[in-house]
């Protein structure tokens, strides 16, 4: 189940099938103006550079971290997944200097970033083997079978399919997909079975469920069907809380998939107060500690 939270005015999905801090943001909580209002995350849309500068770090507050600390993605519509590390951490508002679609990462403390505005976005975890990915799955990365290299970095990493939890976000719904015969006979390519995928409307068109394409394909590559979450929130028809590439034709911003492997929690001191230690230390130990009474007396 998607569930609403705000933190701090930043408002943003999050599934409970995920057990990590994670966040599909939307477009509210920002300071960007006009068609990008509010929470732009994209530099290449003719934003103020300090409005979205202002928005990742309202963002990457939610993880603890500052706004040059984050991994983020430069889509291409491609297939390639790329494991990132604490050298990829993005100084904000520079090029990223690689493309991929997805990306995946073993690193705590590091929120790694997928964009869409109607593209679909999967957010991944296994936290048995501490590995996470996010991936932006438009129609063409997902038919070149994007989220199978998503799952081959994660298994690279450690992680295994049957452990792994997929919350797939909002996006372009089925209500709002219309294609020609491209895009179904790309995804029928790619899934083989496509039963309740497709509707067929009367002027030719094609309706097309991506987001059940892309949890039917999760399921094909081994995660169980009980460990994926699928949003209900479609970004055309919610366009006023979602940035729509489709909606707008494209004068829109972005907003983003975000997720975070737990930093490695602080070992916790766990401290035994021995007598004779305390009676070797009493002259300067604190006098409020019970144990050193004991100790004295
Ligand atoms: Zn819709």
């Known amino acids: 189940?998607?569930?609403?939270?705000?933190?701090?005015?930043?408002?943003?999905?999050?599934?409970?099938?995920?057990?990590?801090?994670?966040?599909?943001?939307?477009?509210y909580g920002g300071v960007s103006r006009g068609h990008l209002a509010t929470l732009n995350l994209l530099s290449d849309k003719g934003d103020e550079p300090e409005n979205?500068?202002?928005?990742?770090?309202?963002?990457?507050?939610?993880?603890?971290?500052?706004?040059?600390?984050?991994?983020?993605?430069?889509?291409?519509?491609?297939?390639?997944?790329?494991i990132v590390t604490e050298a990829d951490r993005h100084k904000c508002l520079t090029p990223v200097p690689y493309e991929a679609d997805g990306i995946v990462t073993a690193t705590p403390g590091l929120p790694i970033f997928c964009f869409t505005a109607d593209c679909v976005p999967v957010l991944l975890c296994d936290t048995e083997?501490?590995?996470?990915?996010?991936?932006?799955c438009g129609w063409r990365s997902s038919a070149a079978d994007i989220l199978k290299n998503a799952l081959t970095q994660m298994e690279s990493l450690g992680a295994k399919a049957e452990d792994i939890r997929a919350a797939i976000g909002p996006a372009i719904g089925k209500c709002c997909f219309e294609t020609d015969d491209d895009v179904p006979e790309a995804v029928t390519a790619w899934l083989g079975d496509t039963a309740g995928l497709f509707q067929k409307r009367a002027d030719g068109k094609t309706l097309v469920d991506l987001r059940?394409?892309?949890?039917?394909?999760?399921?094909?590559?081994?995660?169980?069907?009980?460990?994926?979450?699928?949003?209900?929130?479609?970004?055309?028809?919610?366009?006023?809380?979602?940035f729509s590439h489709r909606y707008t034709k494209g004068r829109r911003g972005g907003q983003a998939a975000v997720i975070c492997l737990d930093s490695k929690a602080p070992s916790k001191t766990v401290s035994f107060y021995f007598p004779a230690a305390a009676e070797k230390s009493e002259g300067s130990a604190p006098l409020n500690s019970p144990m050193l009474y004991f100790a004295i007396y």
Request: proline share 2%.
């Open 1 to 27: 189940m998607f569930i609403e939270h705000n933190e701090n005015g930043v408002i943003y999905m999050a599934s409970d099938i995920i057990p990590l801090r994670h966040a599909f943001t939307t477009r």
């Open 212 to 242: 059940g394409a892309n949890a039917r394909r999760l399921m094909q590559l081994g995660v169980p069907a009980g460990q994926i979450d699928i949003s209900d929130e479609c970004t055309i028809c919610s366009h006023e809380k979602y």
């Open 129 to 136: 083997h501490g590995v996470i990915g996010a991936v932006h």
């Open 52 to 82: 979205v500068r202002e928005n990742y770090r309202r963002v990457a507050a939610l993880f603890g971290v500052g706004e040059d600390d984050c991994a983020v993605t430069r889509q291409v519509h491609g297939n390639t997944v790329r």
